[in-house]
Nanobody, 121 residues
Framework: QVQLVESGGGLLQAGGSLKLSCSAS????????MGWYRQAPGKQRELVAT???????NYADSVKGRFAISRDNAKNTVYLQMNSLKPEDTAVYYC???????????????WGQGTQVTVSS
């Protein structure tokens, strides 16, 4: 009954900027950690950034100083601002969230459908 819906992907040139968003909806008691992952063709899915419910962030070394994760708790939404994009950033980007519902005592990790980001040289 919980959905994560992503938007904001696209095609752009190296050096450009893009902002992704992902909103959780459904039967939600509270949302704990939220994050972004990415997966390039033929490669493993990798962590990009995470943010806790009180705003503590962590980033992969490859995106530090270029990407910024943020959240709006009132909207159950997580964002990823991506600046100085490189061709190596090309991937499908997935959001996730650890969510408590009224039917469970532990959080369940949910994933969005993914949004394509393509960066040309």
């Amino acid at each position: 009954q919980v959905q994560l819906v992503e938007s904001g992907g696209g095609l752009l040139q190296a050096g450009g900027s893009l902002k992704l968003s992902c909103s959780a909806s459904g039967i939600i008691f509270s949302v704990d950690n939220m994050g972004w992952y990415r997966q390039a063709p033929g490669k493993q899915r990798e962590l990009v950034a995470t943010i806790s419910s009180d705003g503590i962030t962590n980033y992969a070394d490859s995106v530090k100083g270029r990407f910024a994760i943020s959240r709006d708790n009132a909207k159950n939404t997580v964002y990823l601002q991506m600046n100085s994009l490189k061709p190596e950033d090309t991937a499908v980007y997935y959001c996730n969230a650890d969510i408590y519902t009224g039917l469970r005592h532990i959080p369940i990790t949910h994933w969005g459908q993914g949004t394509q980001v393509t960066v040309s040289s």
